[in-house]
């Protein structure tokens, strides 16, 4: 790797603290997203800066964020250019557009299989570690498919600038796209400052409310840190689907279950006898106020009027429609953020924010997990969890069976794991190459497995969410009927494999609208995973 000289010293960040919010750092593509691109430019008189650059770059100085410049230049290698041209070609970016804290470099070409070189991960890598931060506090603004697979790879966040060279599969696999320069840095400032309470506030005892799937639950944990922090007591509502991952989250002091007809897709019909019980145990908690989270498709106004039954005397939730006296804090939030970011601006609208030191990311309590089987063996082998309660988001098992094969074959151990109706499945995909697991692993088990993971491949499923929160690389084998940007593994390195610009592109289709699931077994080849999980396993 080459590294420019930077304008100042890469200091740590805030004197070794976490600043608020989500980002210490932005991390930017040269050409094509801050300068217009000249193919291999040796040249300063050359530089363009794109329009408001300097305008949008000052705001983020301004905001106390620090600043890097992360480049694949290949001309070095390739003789077009030598080291002191690509250095006055810099230096002149920096007397456009102002000074940068860390110049990240690689000079190589596609054929070194260096890990720099964007999509591998190693320029982000590097800049943050120059910056005196981690990737995951990091967002990288880029104007290709390659700027957004090295954020994605590293942990990071990815903001995607096209131009007319930029792909459209490009585009539909980003996790966020914004019109220009500019635009990315308003959304850059506008996240980091929603997950920040304006008038932080004390409580006593808090209800929250997350009724949904496992790694629903899962990604409503950074934002129920949230509420704890600022809590004396925090009780959580769930429903039946989210038991196993509500008793992992950290900060939860009590558990209530309970189904809620109008949020399970498969709900009983409404009985006013349950509803009854269900506000009296609500009453019972003796609540302050309550805090319902919720997705951007449900409402949380059933359950608030129910709690307004029950006495409890502040709610707040996002609501799109009139809540009328139902809320007390209703908060909006734009469509496609990441759901664990969705929450903790709810959290933060409440009143509520991450303490100091604690990270906006997924977390489980691992203190209380039964041990993983013996035969295991020792960390470093890859799960392939082939299968999910959704349909349109599980991995074909013909597709999952090929993978498995591949993998052995490249010597990876191999596990596979699956719940207690998926036995059937996991013993036809593990075969005689992996290790079958199915059955065996309900949540809590699982989590001890994947605890022990050099990464897991798996669909946009829970367990995803799952290996996040323990910090384990994901393959994201990633069918495209929700928004990869908002339900991808979050914060957490990853590769997302599959056909983004699929016919179910964001139809929310529980079941596949098309034949034979081409999104995925179309979308993929075996080989492309084991290059992910060899990028992604350290």
């Known amino acids: 790797m080459f590294t420019s000289p930077a304008s100042g010293n890469c200091l740590v960040v805030n004197g070794g603290v976490i600043t608020p919010g989500l980002f210490d750092a932005v991390l930017l593509d040269r050409d094509g997203t801050l300068i217009e691109d000249v193919p291999y430019n040796g040249d300063p008189d050359k530089v363009r800066p794109v329009p408001g650059a300097r305008e949008a770059l000052d705001r983020l100085r301004g905001a106390g964020l620090r600043l890097a410049v992360v480049t694949n230049q290949s001309g070095l290698a390739r003789g077009l250019f030598t080291a002191a041209q690509l250095l006055a070609v810099n230096a002149r970016v920096e007397a456009l557009l102002g000074p940068f804290d860390s110049w990240q470099v690689c000079p190589h070409d596609d054929s070194v299989g260096c890990r720099c070189r964007k999509p591998a991960p190693g320029l982000v890598e590097q800049a943050a570690s120059a910056l005196g931060t981690t990737p995951q506090r990091c967002v990288l603004v880029g104007d290709i498919g390659r700027d957004m697979s090295a954020a994605l790879a590293a942990g990071a966040s990815g903001v995607l600038v096209p131009t007319p060279v930029t792909r459209p599969q490009e585009v539909a696999a980003a996790p966020y796209v914004a019109r220009d320069l500019p635009a990315a840095v308003e959304e850059i400032l506008r996240r980091q400052a929603a997950v920040v309470p304006a008038a932080p506030r004390r409580a006593g005892t808090v ?211 699956g719940g207690p109706d998926e036995t059937d499945l996991t013993a036809r995909v593990a075969g005689d190459a992996g290790l079958d697991l199915g059955g065996r692993t309900g949540l809590a088990e699982l989590a001890a497995v994947l605890a022990g993971a050099g990464a897991l491949v798996v669909g946009n499923t829970g367990p995803a969410h799952l290996a996040a929160a323990l910090g384990v690389p994901v393959v994201s084998l990633f069918a495209p009927t929700v928004p990869y940007g908002q339900w991808g593994p979050y914060r957490v390195p990853a590769v997302r494999l599959g056909d983004a610009a699929a016919a179910c592109r964001d139809t929310r289709a529980t079941r596949c609208p098309e034949p034979d699931h081409p999104c995925l077994t179309a979308g993929i080849d075996p080989a492309e995973v084991v290059a992910a999980v060899g990028l992604l396993i350290r």
């Open 207 to 417: 209800l929250v409310a997350r009724s949904d799937s496992a790694g629903d639950v899962l990604v409503t944990g950074p934002a129920i840190r949230a509420v704890a922090a600022g809590a004396v007591r925090v009780v959580l509502l769930h429903g039946p689907r989210g038991r196993d991952a509500a008793a992992l989250l950290p900060g939860v002091d009590e558990l209530i279950e309970w189904p809620l007809p109008w949020i399970d897709g498969d709900p009983a019909p409404v009985d006013p006898t349950d509803i009854h019980t269900l506000t009296t145990r609500l009453a019972a908690v003796g609540a302050d106020e309550a805090v319902i989270f919720t997705s951007f498709h449900q409402s949380p106004l059933p359950l608030a009027l129910l709690l307004r039954l029950a006495g409890v005397p502040r709610i707040s939730a996002i609501s799109d429609d009139y809540p009328g006296s139902l809320l007390d804090v209703r908060h909006r939030a734009p469509t496609g953020v990441p759901e664990p970011e969705r929450a903790l601006s709810l959290a933060a609208a409440a009143g509520f924010g991450l303490p100091p030191g604690d990270q906006p990311t997924l977390r489980v309590r691992t203190d209380g997990l039964p041990p993983p089987p013996a035969r295991l063996g020792p960390p470093g082998y890859v799960v392939v969890h082939p299968g999910s309660a959704v349909e349109t988001r599980a991995c074909p098992p013909e597709l999952a069976t090929r993978i498995v094969r591949v993998l052995a074959a490249a010597g990876h151990r191999v596990v596979v794991t």
